[in-house]
């Protein structure tokens, strides 16, 4: 009865009462769970943010960049611009963008996420990907995680791609594709692999489950993945993307590691 007597208050006093019912609500969560920064855990203004001191600590990727790789480039010349690195050996993906440099704060925040089931940040991950990856989104048809292996999945429980996969499908309304990558190769962990063995780790390790197929056909597609170090996973699994069909493959990250070491050649 008191369920049915707000209902019908609220439908009696409008839509300016019912967004008053909201905010107050809205209020009296943040007394019982207060906002907190998702890296250091200091009191913010609002939920899903971080303070201004890890902010100032986020090396942020803004242009000038590699159209291809998009790593960050030392100066701007006007228009589409290709690092050396990206002439001398052309990815198999169209384009790659991430949030930031994997180092300091950001790198905390990841492994929090990927290694301590921190999963507190993940709707500022989602706006933070859909502003670095805006124009790999604007035409996107699919939204497709990198997959892990059934055994780390396993012990893991969960997929950090497909979870930021999902986020950034459901804020820019495109089709999100969880099982499209399938893994048919156990791969070794790729940390503490130099670059070449990275490729040789992940060389023929995805491809398309059968049923997906007919939705691939000339998509357009954005592969989301945590972290970006050389490349060896998005390529890989670009090709099988596009063997399968799809018309573009473009990479999506939280963060990328700008070494050049890792980056060259």
Not at 225 to 246: C, E, F, H, Q
Request: net charge positive.
């Amino acid at each position: 009865m008191l369920l049915a007597r707000v209902a019908g208050d609220m439908l009696h006093w409008g839509k300016d009462a019912a967004a008053a019912l909201r905010s107050a609500a809205a209020v009296v969560a943040d007394l019982v769970v207060p906002p907190l920064c998702v890296a250091c855990h200091r009191p913010v203004s609002s939920h899903d943010a971080v303070c201004a001191g890890c902010w100032s600590e986020i090396d942020f990727i803004r242009a000038p960049l590699c159209d291809r790789l998009g790593i960050p480039l030392p100066f701007d010349i006007g228009g589409s611009m290709i690092s050396a690195a990206a002439a001398a050996d052309p990815p198999d993906y169209e384009r790659a963008r991430a949030v930031a440099r994997f180092d300091g704060v950001m790198r905390e925040l990841v492994h929090d996420f990927k290694f301590r089931d921190r999963h507190d940040a993940r709707r500022l991950f989602g706006r933070w990907l859909t502003e670095a990856g805006v124009t790999l989104l604007a035409d996107a048809d699919l939204v497709v995680p990198v997959p892990l292996t059934r055994r780390r999945l396993a012990t893991r429980r969960f997929n950090q791609a497909a979870m930021l996969a999902q986020e950034v499908a459901r804020l820019t309304a495109r089709r999100y594709e969880p099982l499209a990558l399938q893994r048919i190769k156990r791969t070794q962990p790729q940390v503490g692999l130099s670059r070449q063995q990275r490729r040789e780790n992940v060389a023929g390790a995805f491809a398309v489950a059968a049923a997906v197929k007919p939705v691939l056909a000339d998509a357009k597609v954005v592969l989301l993945d945590d972290v970006i170090t050389t490349g060896a996973t998005a390529r890989a699994s670009a090709r099988a993307l596009k063997r399968a069909g799809a018309a573009r493959v473009e990479v999506l990250a939280l963060a990328m590691v700008t070494d050049p070491a890792f980056i060259a050649p």
